[in-house]
């Protein structure tokens, strides 16, 4: 089985590059994809997705060097599910909504 993601929208945060313990990049940044409708009261609805994205090796090398909070990105890669329940990472905001955001694994 084999699945895909692409997403386009803007980078959140700087992205944070760390090495692990075998000496391999890896950078972490968030992309917010938005959306704008009509729904059928007629009003106008925004709607915003989150994603985190971690990049590995040179591709996180790059990705570090580039991409500034802001700037437009494309991302194509492969959902990883939360361990404990199979679907996005959930939390409760500091206004008490829930909140969920994507895991994201980009790729070459």
């Given at each position: 089985?084999?699945?895909?993601?692409?997403?386009v929208?803007?980078?959140?945060?700087?992205?944070?590059?760390?090495?692990?313990?075998?000496?391999?990049?890896?950078?972490?940044?968030?992309?917010?994809?938005?959306?704008?409708?009509?729904?059928?009261?007629?009003?106008?609805?925004?709607?915003?997705?989150?994603?985190?994205v971690?990049?590995w090796?040179?591709?996180?090398?790059?990705?570090n060097?580039?991409?500034?909070?802001?700037?437009?990105v494309?991302?194509?890669?492969?959902?990883?599910?939360?361990?404990?329940?199979?679907?996005?990472?959930?939390?409760?905001?500091?206004?008490?909504?829930?909140?969920?955001?994507?895991?994201v694994?980009?790729?070459?």
């Amino acid at each position: 089985m084999y699945h895909t993601i692409i997403i386009v929208g803007n980078v959140g945060r700087d992205p944070e590059m760390r090495y692990i313990p075998s000496g391999q990049a890896v950078t972490s940044f968030s992309v917010a994809t938005n959306r704008q409708y009509t729904n059928s009261n007629g009003e106008q609805v925004k709607e915003t997705i989150w994603f985190r994205v971690s990049a590995w090796g040179k591709l996180a090398e790059t990705c570090n060097m580039y991409l500034r909070k802001g700037h437009k990105v494309l991302v194509e890669g492969r959902l990883t599910p939360d361990a404990n329940t199979g679907g996005p990472r959930i939390w409760s905001g500091q206004d008490g909504q829930a909140r969920a955001s994507f895991e994201v694994t980009a790729a070459t």
